[in-house]
């Protein structure tokens, strides 16, 4: 069951508040955190069970976070990229939710 999992072509993301995320792996694996976690080689459940929990991240923020993912992965060779809308009363927590999760690498 684990290694069904461990190549599952989603993941789910559980943010603080309990609400859970299915998201398209290879979008999600733009995040450092995230795809350190998911390693099949490493020592983190995550890996076997496909599924990464954010206790400090609130449905609101995971939300835009998983967007951000989806729109990288949609847009990633493109050379046209429309700017996404970041609703400024988000801006603080996603900028902490960003480097939480290494995407300002």
Not at 5 to 17: E, F, G, N
Not at 83 to 95: A, F, I, K, R, S
Request: proline fraction near 5%; charged fraction near 25%; glycine fraction near 2%.
């Amino acid at each position: 069951m684990a290694e069904v999992q461990a190549s599952s072509k989603y993941i789910t993301l559980v943010s603080a508040d309990g609400f859970e995320f299915v998201v398209l792996r290879d979008a999600a694996l733009v995040s450092p955190f995230i795809k350190r976690s998911l390693d099949v080689r490493g020592p983190f459940a995550e890996a076997k069970e496909a599924r990464c929990s954010f206790p400090e991240m609130s449905a609101m923020v995971l939300d835009k976070v998983v967007e951000y993912f989806h729109y990288w992965y949609r847009y990633r060779n493109s050379e046209e990229v429309p700017d996404m809308d970041v609703p400024v009363e988000l801006c603080l927590e996603l900028l902490a939710a960003a480097d939480y999760l290494g995407l300002d690498q």
